[in-house]
């Protein structure tokens, strides 16, 4: 599976393209609209020019969501640092912002694990205020030596391998009102090096008091999160919960059919897994919000049976 499709809505706003282009023409709906940062491979201009465009108008104080989408190709010396530097200083220029998208880029611009992050942790000092908090590539992503923040609500952390390192320093955070917490684990063969007892401390309901969505997607321990959420006293106060584009399989999803608190979710989400059509079926049944589409088939070579997560490279 590629990442093939921008963000078109986000936080009940249509989004719109912010290029070279439209900085030139003006009439920005800063308040209706969600505009998408992005330089394409023939821009002129610099990222940092873009940006002073976008931000050299007094309404732009009505802004209440930001999207980066590709900023410099894929050099590696290009990593987000300069980005983040660029929103911290917009601080003041950018009073309402709610949500930060760092990184919409698909795999046609920059394959996932190609692209280039920094220590994103200033943002969250500079934006007390900031709701939504999305980034999508791995590589050199920190948030320092954890976060505390008491506003934040969603956090999503996309990659295609999630060192443990990452990981710890996500759980280690404080977030006071998180409801939605989505991390992307990946492959071992592009960065993943933890473990589940490093998710524990959340599977447990052992932090973030008001979690209702859990998502722990594109991962190669899906099973053993299945097994651990079924009798977790967390699965009873969440919502909804998304172990899609993963590596599932039967034996984990059995762990969540015989679980009464998986049939009042709202909504499970499995799908793109490795789910036999028995399975999906005995899951439908005992599950109405499940989500089960896309089943994928193992690869079988000489007698090996290889599983792959849906986004890697």
Known sequence: MALHEHATNWLGLPVRIFDEEASQKGNLDYKGAIYRLVRDWDTEISMEELFSRFVSKPEC??????????????????????????????????????????????????EIS????????????AYPQLEHFRVRGGNGLSFGEGVRHDYLQSLIVETGGMSRTLLQQIIKSQFLCLEHLEVWTGSDGYGWDGTLEDLLPVLEGRLLPTLKHLGVRNSEIANEVAQTLAKSPLLDRLQSVDLSLGIL????????????????????????????????????????????????????????????????E
């Open 61 to 110: 104080k009505d802004t209440r969501g930001i999207i980066i989408g590709a900023w410099a190709g894929d050099d590696p010396s290009n990593n987000s640092e300069g980005i983040v530097q660029l929103l911290v200083s917009a601080r003041h220029a950018l009073p309402n912002l709610k949500g930060i998208f760092l990184a919409d880029i698909l795999s046609e611009e920059n």
């Open 114 to 125: 190609w692209i280039e992050q920094s220590d994103v942790s200033p943002l969250f000092a």
């Open 249 to 312: 399989r039967d034996e984990g999803a059995q762990a969540l059919l015989e679980s009464p608190a998986a049939a009042s979710l709202k909504v499970l989400d499995l799908h793109h897994n490795y789910l036999s059509a028995a399975m999906c079926e005995k899951l439908k049944q005992r599950i109405p919000g499940v989500i089960v589409e896309d089943q994928q088939k193992p690869d079988e070579w000489r007698g090996e049976i290889s599983y792959y997560v849906a986004v890697g």
